[in-house]
């Protein structure tokens, strides 16, 4: 029996014991969401589907899961649709960087927010305000922080702690303000607040065409972990 828990247009579908988070892709009312709750099996799996699929959606992408999900997920008829860097950050040594303006973020902020995260990102990693709260709802505690220049956002993070590990759920800085340093900041920032929760690592996951976050995460001293994450899809007809 499949039912449905939570408010539209994310919501929780249960399948017996079987958990997964539904609904559009970051606003896009054509391309539903997959996110797996519990370890998933591919009958599971192609029942969410054909939920979202009866929702009238032309097809559906995952969040992003690990090598053992992503079997999973190809059995179901998936295919990989991006590949994913994850890094890890080991907190017993915090790199420096420069001052910045950084404040923790209010609803006065939202819509600054969004408008450079569009900017800063490609039109399929665009975050809507679904999106932005799901990344602060992520971990059971979170931390939304904005860097000021003048008055409005340049810059934020949305950092989360759960148990030891700490995790940047995102980070984005407004091309106009990229290159000043703003964006190694906003991480040291995350990683500080982490180390003060006693947490003991802090894991963040990058598309591997963005060569820019990689290079500025390992220069942080995150480590690239063997196994990465993937992003995957299943369209439709």
Do not use: K
């Not at 992520?138 to 340049?154: E, G, H, N």
Request: aromatic content about 6%; proline content about 4%.
């Amino acid at each position: 029996m499949i039912s449905a828990l939570r408010r539209s247009p994310l919501r929780v579908l249960e399948m017996g014991r079987e958990r997964c988070r539904v609904g559009p892709w970051r606003g896009d009312t054509t391309i539903g969401y997959l996110s797996p709750l519990t370890q998933l099996s591919p009958h599971a799996i192609r029942q969410a589907v054909t939920v979202l699929a009866g929702e009238g959606y032309r097809g559906v992408i995952t969040g992003a899961v690990g090598a053992d999900d992503r079997r999973v997920f190809t059995d179901a008829g998936f295919a990989v649709r991006e590949r994913l860097h994850l890094l890890r950050h080991p907190l017993d040594t915090i790199p420096e960087a420069e001052p910045a303006r950084i404040r923790r973020a209010g609803r006065r902020h939202r819509g600054d927010v969004l408008e450079l995260d569009r900017l800063a990102f490609d039109s399929f990693w665009h975050l809507d305000q679904m999106g932005l709260d799901e990344a602060r709802q992520a971990t059971p505690i979170s931390r939304f922080r904005v860097a000021i220049d003048d008055t409005a956002p340049v810059g934020y993070t949305v950092a989360g702690r759960a148990g030891t590990l700490s995790y940047l759920q995102r980070l984005a800085v407004h091309p106009t303000a990229q290159g000043r340093g703003l964006g190694r900041s906003l991480t040291v920032d995350a990683l500080q607040w982490a180390r003060r929760r006693r947490c003991l690592s802090m894991m963040v996951n990058t598309q591997d065409a963005n060569l820019g976050a990689l290079h500025l995460y390992e220069s942080l001293g995150f480590l690239r972990q063997t196994q990465g994450l993937f992003v995957l899809e299943q369209i439709f007809g």
